[in-house]
DNA sequence: ACTATAGTTAGCTTTATGGCTAACCAATCA
DNA sequence: TGATTGGTTAGCCATAAAGCTAACTATAGT
């Protein structure tokens, strides 16, 4: 299951519409075609891409496929842009702390001028 | 700044590592290019990409253009992510007070079973 | 003024994406 | 068994993506 992949999967927003109904439970083909006005086969290769990304797995039973959603591709990139917000947050403080460092100086030296 | 085009920005490798290196703070074209083999049009074109997905912005000032990172945009993305774990956390909770609810009628069945 | 640096523009290739139609299985149902 | 339903394959088209080179512009340093 690869970044590239989820991350290009999520980026359509027909297959983004498909896994916001998939969060709702199982659906077949069919089901989740219906809302759209897309020919069955686009659909289909859509669905295609969502399973090889990761992010929904799906099995035929008789002649009816079963979608479902594979949470795991979905809480991969949560996890991605959660150490990155980390990464960005950690430089922002060390930051916000310099800055702090640096009024602090500001108002000792006034006050030193002052007692000049 | 559409989820459409922040996924799409995400799903190239070279980009993530481009928004990578800003988490830790703003950079040139210049050094953003360094670790990579690319040749420079091909870089700045992944940067205009950054920038119209709204995940980068930028500034020449003289002959270097600085990059930052569009934090926001970042954001926007764990939001959607959030909401649809929200969604599928519902409905897992949901399938489990009612399996709790079957196996309670379960033992109940059982002890009728056993008293009769 | 000359040269080196830092980007930028233009234009080309190759490959991938998103959509379609038409024809084709394979399981149900009547 | 014959028709219907549910999905699948194959193949076409238009556009966009990701890379390149070559040539250009505009600042900065000497």
Redesign the pocket.
């Known amino acids: 299951m690869q970044l590239d992949h989820v991350f290009?999967a999520l980026?359509?927003a027909?297959?983004r519409a498909i896994v916001m109904r998939l969060c709702d439970g199982e659906a077949?083909?069919?089901?989740l075609?219906k809302p759209f006005?897309?020919?069955?086969?686009?659909?289909?290769?859509?669905?295609r891409?969502l399973e090889s990304s990761g992010l929904v797995a799906?099995e035929?039973?008789?002649?009816?496929?079963?979608c479902s959603l594979q949470t795991e591709a979905l809480a991969t990139v949560e996890g991605w842009l959660a150490v990155q917000r980390e990464i960005w947050e950690q430089r922002l403080d060390r930051l916000e702390t310099y800055v702090e460092k640096l009024k602090k100086r500001e108002k000792s030296n006034a006050r030193k001028r002052r007692s000049k």
Do not use: N, Q
Not at 40 to 46: F, I, T, W
Not at 60 to 66: A, E, H, N, Q, S
């Open positions: 290009g980026s359509d027909t297959r077949s083909v069919g089901e075609a006005e897309m020919a069955l086969p686009s659909l289909m290769k859509h669905i891409i799906s035929k039973t008789g002649r009816v496929r079963m």
